[in-house]
């Protein structure tokens, strides 16, 4: 279990994150807590990182939350240290949400930090996305942050979408270049539409840099359907 230990490193939290995170703003100082420690000794965060763990990090993650939608599955493809899924958690109990990582000393850390901050509604599963293709059911929304580019990142995370989902990818400053680069590569992945948002507007400086790639009804395009109806019969049946 992770060990249950004072991080005297962690700064103390900016008055937005308690408005952020609400009641469940005890756990996210828990979070930080444990990334500031074990985190860093796990080697699962730079020690650089810990001064600015609330602003770089804890709430320029949750403040994903602003645009996906009510009551949907959400994938969070290499999640790493859980950013952003675990502070999307926290501030949204009305997702379903998988962290989806292939490493195991990070899926071990998760799966501590889902069962100690009490995150019934999330799960962690051990993979990589092609390797989970056919084996989860298909998401409304899947998240990344720092993964990878743009054109790479949608190869591995469009195919888990179900049809007429959307990626919500965390960005910096060069997400329209990205995106501009990409096009031709998500136009075969059956992407139909792509925008760039900015969000947390008076809660981080700057706002969080959000792109959004949203498929028609053939997420990851004609090769990836039949890859996923393969990997489907070869799987035993999912319940409703």
């Known amino acids: 279990m ?13 008055p937005e994150a308690r408005d952020v995170f609400g009641d469940r703003f ?108 056919g084996k989860l059911a298909p998401m409304h929304v899947v998240t990344a942050r720092a993964v990878a580019p743009l054109d790479r990142l949608a190869g591995w995370g469009v195919p888990l979408l179900r049809p007429y989902g959307e990626m919500l990818l965390l960005k910096g400053d060069t997400a329209e270049e990205e995106l501009k680069q990409a096009r031709a590569a998500l136009g075969k992945l059956g992407v139909v539409e792509t925008s760039v948002l900015h969000v947390g507007e008076g809660v981080v400086d700057p706002p969080s840099t959000v792109v959004r790639v949203e498929v028609g009804e053939s997420p990851g395009g004609v090769r990836f359907a039949a890859k996923r109806a393969k990997a489907a019969r070869r799987s035993p049946r999912r319940r409703p």
């Open 2 to 14: 992770v060990p249950v230990t004072e991080a005297a490193e962690l700064p103390p939290a900016p």
């Open 26 to 133: 005890p756990e996210a100082v828990r979070y930080g807590e444990l990334l500031a420690d074990v985190g860093v000794t796990r080697g699962l965060i730079g020690p650089r990182e810990v001064p600015r763990l609330w602003e770089r990090h804890l709430l320029n993650c949750a403040v994903l939350s602003e645009v996906v939608p009510n009551g949907v599955t959400v994938c969070d493809v290499g999640s790493g240290a859980g950013l952003p899924g675990i502070p999307l958690a926290l501030t949204r109990p009305d997702l379903r949400i998988t962290l989806l990582e292939p490493l195991l000393r990070r899926t071990n850390f998760l799966r501590e930090v889902v069962e100690l901050l009490g995150l019934e509604h999330v799960t962690v599963v051990r993979g990589r996305a092609e390797e989970v293709l």
